[in-house]
């Protein structure tokens, strides 16, 4: 059974720095994508960043490109997000999720199967 337990969330000011982790569990990722995806009240779930698994190539949404930067640790099976200059418009449930990777629909939410439980982060002006 797989499993994606996310950490890191929290509060703080704007400018400031968070990172997330995703632990993973259950079965072997070489063929995955890992990715984060974010909420905020009121709105759809969105893309925000990915992780090829097997090479390591990262992809980003344009309003997070620059500040936020997702990475791996293969022997530890986590994906982290290092989420810096943080803005209000950050404020969201923060969401690991994984997905066989494809290059033309690793934005997309159905691209992904497994989902965490998600974190919240929230940035104070």
């Known amino acids: 059974q797989v499993q994606l337990v996310e950490s890191g969330g929290g509060l703080v000011q704007a400018g400031g720095s968070l990172r997330l982790s995703c632990a993973a569990s259950?079965?072997?990722?070489?063929?995955?994508?890992m990715g984060w995806f974010r909420q905020a009240p009121g709105k759809d779930r969105e893309f925000v960043a990915t992780?090829?698994?097997?090479?390591?190539?990262?992809y980003y949404s344009d309003s997070v490109k620059g500040r936020f930067t997702i990475s791996r640790d293969t022997a530890k099976n986590t994906v982290y997000l290092q989420m810096n200059s943080l803005k209000p418009e950050d404020t969201a449930g923060y969401y690991c999720?994984?997905?066989?990777?494809?290059?033309?629909?690793?934005?997309?939410?159905?691209?992904?199967?497994?989902w965490g439980q998600g974190t919240q982060v929230t940035v104070s002006s």
């Open positions: 999720a994984a997905g066989l990777f494809y290059y033309n629909s690793y934005r997309t939410l159905s691209a992904y199967d497994y």
């Open positions: 259950g079965r072997t990722f070489s063929r995955y994508a």
């Open positions: 992780l090829a698994w097997s090479g390591g190539n990262t």
